[in-house]
């Protein structure tokens, strides 16, 4: 089992930034990827961005190139999401989620982050 505990949400202006962290525990050493997802209320929980733990190939949804960085501290097994130039439509609540096969699915979730931004 992988424990996931995100931090860092909050409410900002527009244009503003903030950085969220996701500290993994347990066990940890089969993790392949870990990425970050958003859900607002009435939607379809969203890809955000992922990276490879090992190499650190990163992916990005289209509505966030450009202004969010996905990073991870392997010795912390923290991963990292700034979040720079933010705007309205980024309000949702932020999940962690790690996996640890190649697939498209996630094994393990966070219980999620609000990150809120007002214009």
């Known amino acids: 089992q992988v424990q996931l505990v995100e931090s860092g949400g909050g409410l900002v202006q527009a244009g503003g930034s903030l950085r969220l962290s996701c500290a993994a525990s347990g066990r940890t050493f089969g993790t392949y990827r870990m990425g970050w997802f958003r859900q607002t209320p009435g939607k379809e929980r969203e890809f955000v961005a992922a990276?490879?733990?090992?190499?650190?190939?990163?992916a990005y949804a289209d509505s966030v190139k450009g202004r969010f960085t996905i990073s991870r501290d392997n010795a912390k097994n923290t991963v990292y999401l700034q979040m720079n130039s933010l705007k309205p439509e980024d309000t949702a609540v932020y999940y962690c989620a790690a996996s640890q096969t190649p697939g498209l699915l996630y094994d393990y979730w966070g219980q999620g982050t609000q990150v809120t931004v007002s214009s």
């Open positions: 990276i490879r733990w090992t190499g650190g190939i990163t």
